[in-house]
């Protein structure tokens, strides 16, 4: 129970389509997150599922049951807002038994779930405060509850963690996982934090302008992104312009700084075509340009020169922007830095596994 | 036809309501403006511009221009000079008591000047209270002649004491508004405090001046009750007045109201181009430090110094209606020399001062009862939905600031003569309505405020829980706004008990006076009348005084932001 189907799904604001001609399955009990940059129309995504708007086309199913011309307050939904949206004139016991009020649910009935709701987010001995009375992170967790309380067929999450502090976000997202794994419910969740969406989701939608570009588990994101703008939304990377030479087991991309070959690249393209060859910055190694032959060690490496532009220390890691020959910036990392591997101005050998890069079609990036 | 209906919020009940809106409007704001329009230009022979040309060259009607246009410049002056060093001293200062003497400031902007007006008569008098004072203390050996010269001076006074706060207001917050970096750009080129204020505060100030001038010219030229109490009648104002009653002999009332609504439009569009013209909007806003300092002890001493002998000064014709009003006798001397209250009894024994009070009383209620209605609907519109024609009904509601209630009752009595809402019948449901419309704009601003710091979110948590739309509006969103609901309708309440012009106008029998009409009529008996009518004026006073604390209670400190422009 609680599966959640977009199909072709458009929703327009203004003048442009918040949401354009989205198809989407969410399955019954998954924690779901929908990541994007700010107006990628992921919140807008997450207003249809609520009923707060109804698709322009396209139709939205719970179950198989078409929801799309359902009033938000005849859907099952509970919805975490991004401010908590706590009623200020009603306290917190008011706030979370709300949606039971609305139920009609009995008294006796009522008070025991309550207590139960507010069990499970750690509020039970708030329960006569007022919200003004609450720092931010017990807010959000009575917000939490008054949602949960209602056992809905969907939990819907707008950027819940965004107003709190850096520490209490990521104790939350662990508190929100648990919650997730307790309830055993369908929620979705909207994020523009990267880190939040790969280290709490089931599975993640990626959402740019209106559209979505790739869905998949953390790890799939993560590893074979389709797009230069996933690699470079979800982590961060160095893409390296150049052009596709050959197509075969192994791809072999021409760049300005020298020959990249890679395991891995998005299917469909043609030799000559213009592309990225995506590297995380944690896959470059960094050797003395002295210690290197000028020929990879082996077929499974790339090496490319470089010099150090600047160090970054940041005590776990040590952050480096170095210059290829071509010019174009690259960012490496080096976690556990016990020793400086180089000084700024040192001219380096850069390698990296073939395996380590994905070959994608060249794209405009900035949103 | 279907995508663009898409693009805004409508559903029957929505539709009903903008409909009914839109009605009313037009009924009892558009339609009767364009009555009087219609009759200033249309003679039985057709379009003409007779009764306009001889408004501007008959010298009878000259000199009433140019007499209410210079009240209108003297007033507007004086209010500056009133509240230019009142603004400068409470925005840029901290010292302990601002808050309180934030408020006092405001104290003079909602007692009536009308009232004000019958204390101030007494006290300017020939032989009254002033006079009499500097010829004891022997500053002058005769007594000056105050109110001389057709009393021009006396309204003058009047109404600017009456109106400084409305001025200091929008410079308060025009001042409030100036980046203090640009300042301390000037300052770092070397200018000193005056160079500083003349050349880059002041002109930085200017569109907020403008638009509190704008408002203090509109309102003094317009003002009925502090010229005809005065006596001051070569004005437009009390024309009008006196023209009303015979309307149909004489068309030259519909010119001159015409007069005044070309003028405040046209001063209204000017504020309008200085204010949204751009020209000073501030780069890098919203940001803005805070340019207060720490008063010291020699500032604090002049703060209060200042503001204390202005309000004094603005309250000195409220004092002089009080004494009035328990005066046994007062003659030859600075103050009353016997007192009583008798005064008092007789405005609930004597039968126009009891008839009228208790006029007063359901005209007021049933008029709020509609500003409630009208003005939590349309504000809810405008905050909440997206509908056709939205600007449109925001600056209809919003009208009546602009709209004198001179023009505005002038232009029922004529539209609505010989309609089953004639005035000279039974003027009840048009003093309702002249009432509920001219307060319109408060409520909606209050209740708009409440439905804007009301995040949409709390509503909207409330239906995602299974509320209907109904039960969020009862159960969510009116709690929430119920301070700023209540704020409203006192206000509405205690201006509608006190509102002068239309009153005058609109009541056309003795039976349906309201409060103000009858002081003024209580005022022109011999005998007793002034006394009771300063008793009646005290407890209208007392009530508002009351009211607007009430108001203040639940508004807060954010009360000023209504009166702005």
Same mark, same amino acid.
């Given at each position: 129970?609680?599966?959640?189907?977009?199909?072709?799904?458009?929703?327009?604001?203004?003048?442009?389509?918040?949401?354009?001609?989205?198809?989407?399955?969410?399955?019954?009990?998954?924690?779901?997150?929908?990541?994007?940059?700010?107006?990628?129309?992921?919140?807008?995504?997450?207003?249809?599922?609520?009923?707060?708007?109804?698709?322009?086309?396209?139709?939205?199913?719970?179950?198989?049951?078409?929801?799309?011309?359902?009033?938000?307050?005849?859907?099952?939904?509970?919805?975490?807002?991004?401010?908590?949206?706590?009623?200020?004139?009603?306290?917190?016991?008011?706030?979370?038994?709300?949606?039971?009020?609305?139920?009609?649910?009995?008294?006796?009935?009522?008070?025991?779930?309550?207590?139960?709701?507010?069990?499970?987010?750690?509020?039970?001995?708030?329960?006569?405060?007022?919200?003004?009375?609450?720092?931010?992170?017990?807010?959000?967790?009575?917000?939490?509850?008054?949602?949960?309380?209602?056992?809905?067929?969907?939990?819907?999450?707008?950027?819940?963690?965004?107003?709190?502090?850096?520490?209490?976000?990521?104790?939350?997202?662990?508190?929100?996982?648990?919650?997730?794994?307790?309830?055993?419910?369908?929620?979705?969740?909207?994020?523009?934090?990267?880190?939040?969406?790969?280290?709490?989701?089931?599975?993640?939608?990626?959402?740019?302008?209106?559209?979505?570009?790739?869905?998949?588990?953390?790890?799939?994101?993560?590893?074979?992104?389709?797009?230069?703008?996933?690699?470079?939304?979800?982590?961060?990377?160095?893409?390296?312009?150049?052009?596709?030479?050959?197509?075969?087991?192994?791809?072999?991309?021409?760049?300005?700084?020298?020959?990249?070959?890679?395991?891995?690249?998005?299917?469909?393209?043609?030799?000559?075509?213009?592309?990225?060859?995506?590297?995380?910055?944690?896959?470059?190694?960094?050797?003395?340009?002295?210690?290197?032959?000028?020929?990879?060690?082996?077929?499974?490496?790339?090496?490319?020169?470089?010099?150090?532009?600047?160090?970054?220390?940041?005590?776990?890691?040590?952050?480096?922007?170095?210059?290829?020959?071509?010019?174009?910036?690259?960012?490496?990392?080096?976690?556990?830095?016990?020793?400086?591997?180089?000084?700024?101005?040192?001219?380096?050998?850069?390698?990296?596994?073939?395996?380590?890069?994905?070959?994608?079609?060249?794209?405009?990036?900035?949103? | 036809?279907?995508?663009?209906?898409?693009?805004?919020?409508?559903?029957?009940?929505?539709?009903?309501?903008?409909?009914?809106?839109?009605?009313?409007?037009?009924?009892?704001?558009?339609?009767?403006?364009?009555?009087?329009?219609?009759?200033?230009?249309?003679?039985?022979?057709?379009?003409?511009?007779?009764?306009?040309?001889?408004?501007?060259?008959?010298?009878?009607?000259?000199?009433?221009?140019?007499?209410?246009?210079?009240?209108?410049?003297?007033?507007?002056?004086?209010?500056?000079?009133?509240?230019?060093?009142?603004?400068?001293?409470?925005?840029?200062?901290?010292?302990?008591?601002?808050?309180?003497?934030?408020?006092?400031?405001?104290?003079?902007?909602?007692?009536?000047?009308?009232?004000?007006?019958?204390?101030?008569?007494?006290?300017?008098?020939?032989?009254?209270?002033?006079?009499?004072?500097?010829?004891?203390?022997?500053?002058?050996?005769?007594?000056?002649?105050?109110?001389?010269?057709?009393?021009?001076?006396?309204?003058?006074?009047?109404?600017?004491?009456?109106?400084?706060?409305?001025?200091?207001?929008?410079?308060?917050?025009?001042?409030?508004?100036?980046?203090?970096?640009?300042?301390?750009?000037?300052?770092?080129?070397?200018?000193?405090?005056?160079?500083?204020?003349?050349?880059?505060?002041?002109?930085?100030?200017?569109?907020?001046?403008?638009?509190?001038?704008?408002?203090?010219?509109?309102?003094?030229?317009?003002?009925?009750?502090?010229?005809?109490?005065?006596?001051?009648?070569?004005?437009?104002?009390?024309?009008?007045?006196?023209?009303?009653?015979?309307?149909?002999?004489?068309?030259?009332?519909?010119?001159?109201?015409?007069?005044?609504?070309?003028?405040?439009?046209?001063?209204?569009?000017?504020?309008?181009?200085?204010?949204?013209?751009?020209?000073?909007?501030?780069?890098?806003?919203?940001?803005?430090?805070?340019?207060?300092?720490?008063?010291?002890?020699?500032?604090?001493?002049?703060?209060?110094?200042?503001?204390?002998?202005?309000?004094? @000064? !603005? &309250?000195?014709?409220?004092?002089?209606? +009080? %004494?009035? /009003?328990?005066?046994?006798?007062?003659?030859?001397? #600075? =103050?009353?020399?016997?007192?009583?209250?008798?005064?008092?009894?007789?405005?609930?024994?004597?039968? @126009? !001062? &009891?008839?009228?009070?208790?006029?007063? +009383? %359901?005209? /007021?209620?049933?008029?709020?009862?509609?500003?409630? #209605? =009208?003005?939590?609907?349309?504000?809810?519109?405008?905050?909440?939905?997206?509908?056709?024609?939205?600007?449109? &009904?925001?600056?209809?509601?919003?009208?009546? %600031?602009?709209?004198?209630?001179?023009?505005?009752?002038?232009?029922?009595?004529?539209?609505?003569?010989?309609?089953?809402?004639?005035?000279?019948?039974?003027?009840?449901?048009?003093?309702?309505?002249?009432?509920?419309?001219?307060? %319109?704009?408060?409520?909606?601003?209050?209740?708009?405020?409440?439905?804007?710091?009301?995040?949409?979110?709390?509503?909207?948590?409330?239906?995602?829980?299974?509320?209907?739309?109904?039960?969020?509006?009862?159960?969510?969103?009116?709690?929430?706004?119920?301070?700023?609901?209540?704020?409203?309708?006192?206000?509405?309440?205690?201006?509608?008990?006190?509102?002068?012009?239309?009153?005058?106008?609109?009541?056309?029998?003795?039976?349906?006076?309201?409060?103000?009409?009858?002081?003024?009529?209580?005022?022109?008996?011999?005998?007793?009348?002034?006394?009771?009518?300063?008793?009646?004026?005290?407890?209208?006073?007392?009530?508002?005084?009351?009211?607007?604390?009430?108001?203040?209670?639940?508004?807060?400190?954010?009360?000023?932001?209504?009166?702005?422009?």
């Amino acid at each position: 129970m609680g599966s959640v189907k977009f199909e072709s799904v458009s929703k327009i604001l203004g003048q442009s389509r918040a949401v354009n001609n989205l198809t989407l399955d969410i399955g019954a009990e998954e924690l779901f997150f929908l990541l994007g940059p700010s107006g990628c129309g992921k919140t807008t995504t997450l207003r249809l599922v609520a009923g707060f708007y109804t698709p322009d086309e396209g139709r939205i199913l719970f179950d198989g049951q078409d929801q799309s011309r359902v009033p938000p307050h005849k859907r099952n939904t509970g919805m975490v807002f991004q401010n908590y949206a706590l009623w200020p004139h009603m306290d917190v016991r008011s706030n979370v038994a709300y949606g039971l009020k609305m139920r009609h649910v009995s008294e006796a009935e009522k008070e025991k779930r309550v207590r139960h709701a507010l069990e499970i987010v750690h509020m039970q001995a708030y329960a006569e405060r007022m919200p003004n009375q609450l720092s931010g992170g017990q807010q959000q967790r009575v917000a939490l509850a008054r949602a949960l309380v209602i056992e809905p067929d969907v939990v819907l999450l707008d950027e819940p963690l965004s107003n709190l502090d850096a520490k209490l976000r990521v104790e939350m997202r662990t508190q929100i996982k648990d919650i997730h794994r307790k309830i055993g419910r369908t929620m979705i969740y909207v994020t523009h934090d990267q880190a939040e969406a790969l280290s709490m989701a089931d599975r993640i939608a990626v959402m740019r302008r209106g559209r979505l570009v790739q869905t998949g588990t953390p790890h799939e994101l993560y590893t074979r992104p389709e797009s230069a703008f996933v690699a470079e939304f979800i982590g961060g990377t160095n893409l390296l312009r150049g052009t596709l030479e050959e197509v075969g087991d192994l791809l072999t991309v021409k760049t300005q700084a020298g020959i990249v070959r890679a395991k891995n690249g998005v299917k469909r393209m043609a030799r000559g075509e213009p592309v990225f060859c995506s590297v995380r910055p944690e896959s470059l190694r960094l050797k003395p340009a002295a210690e290197s032959s000028g020929i990879p060690p082996s077929d499974a490496t790339n090496e490319l020169l470089a010099e150090v532009q600047s160090i970054m220390y940041l005590g776990d890691n040590e952050q480096y922007s170095l210059r290829l020959a071509d010019g174009a910036i690259v960012r490496a990392v080096e976690y556990n830095p016990t020793t400086r591997k180089a000084q700024v101005g040192d001219r380096l050998a850069l390698q990296f596994d073939t395996q380590a890069v994905v070959v994608l079609p060249q794209e405009e990036l900035s949103d | 036809m279907t995508s663009w209906l898409r693009r805004y919020d409508l559903n029957p009940a929505n539709a009903a309501v903008l409909i009914f809106l839109w009605v009313f409007f037009i009924v009892f704001m558009l339609y009767p403006l364009g009555y009087v329009f219609t009759n200033a230009f249309f003679t039985a022979e057709g379009f003409s511009l007779v009764f306009m040309k001889l408004m501007f060259t008959s010298p009878n009607y000259t000199i009433i221009l140019a007499n209410s246009v210079n009240l209108g410049l003297a007033v507007t002056l004086f209010t500056t000079l009133l509240s230019l060093p009142l603004a400068l001293l409470l925005v840029r200062y901290n010292f302990p008591g601002k808050e309180f003497l934030n408020g006092l400031i405001l104290i003079p902007m909602v007692l009536p000047p009308f009232v004000g007006a019958i204390g101030m008569r007494q006290l300017l008098a020939r032989f009254g209270s002033i006079n009499l004072l500097l010829l004891e203390m022997g500053v002058i050996s005769q007594p000056i002649d105050w109110l001389g010269g057709g009393s021009f001076w006396g309204v003058v006074i009047l109404e600017a004491l009456h109106l400084y706060p409305i001025m200091y207001l929008n410079l308060a917050a025009a001042l409030a508004n100036v980046d203090p970096s640009l300042e301390e750009a000037a300052k770092n080129m070397g200018a000193n405090s005056f160079k500083l204020f003349s050349t880059v505060t002041f002109p930085l100030m200017l569109p907020g001046y403008f638009a509190g001038a704008v408002i203090v010219f509109i309102w003094a030229f317009t003002d009925l009750g502090a010229p005809l109490v005065f006596e001051y009648r070569e004005v437009v104002a009390v024309q009008i007045f006196n023209m009303v009653t015979d309307l149909h002999q004489n068309p030259m009332g519909y010119a001159f109201v015409v007069a005044v609504i070309a003028l405040t439009l046209f001063f209204f569009y000017l504020s309008k181009r200085i204010l949204g013209g751009g020209r000073y909007e501030m780069l890098g806003r919203g940001h803005v430090a805070s340019a207060t300092r720490s008063a010291s002890a020699s500032m604090t001493v002049i703060a209060y110094g200042v503001v204390l002998g202005i309000s004094a @000064l !603005a &309250l000195i014709p409220h004092l002089g209606v +009080l %004494l009035t /009003s328990v005066t046994k006798r007062w003659f030859l001397s #600075v =103050l009353p020399s016997d007192y009583t209250f008798q005064f008092y009894q007789d405005v609930f024994s004597h039968d @126009l !001062a &009891l008839l009228s009070i208790k006029n007063s +009383l %359901l005209l /007021s209620s049933l008029s709020t009862i509609i500003d409630v #209605v =009208l003005g939590v609907t349309i504000a809810y519109l405008l905050a909440r939905k997206r509908v056709p024609g939205r600007g449109v &009904l925001d600056a209809l509601a919003m009208l009546p %600031l602009a709209l004198p209630g001179l023009v505005l009752a002038f232009g029922y009595v004529a539209a609505f003569s010989a309609t089953p809402l004639d005035a000279r019948v039974n003027p009840v449901p048009l003093l309702v309505i002249a009432y509920a419309v001219r307060r %319109l704009p408060y409520m909606v601003r209050a209740a708009y405020a409440g439905f804007q710091q009301t995040s949409v979110a709390l509503e909207e948590a409330a239906i995602n829980l299974g509320a209907s739309p109904m039960k969020t509006l009862y159960q969510i969103t009116m709690p929430l706004i119920f301070a700023n609901l209540i704020a409203g309708a006192v206000l509405s309440f205690s201006f509608a008990m006190l509102e002068v012009s239309d009153s005058l106008i609109l009541a056309s029998k003795e039976q349906y006076y309201p409060i103000t009409k009858a002081i003024y009529a209580l005022l022109g008996r011999i005998a007793d009348g002034p006394y009771i009518a300063s008793a009646m004026g005290t407890l209208g006073l007392l009530l508002l005084a009351g009211s607007l604390f009430i108001a203040g209670r639940f508004f807060g400190r954010r009360m000023g932001e209504l009166f702005r422009a």
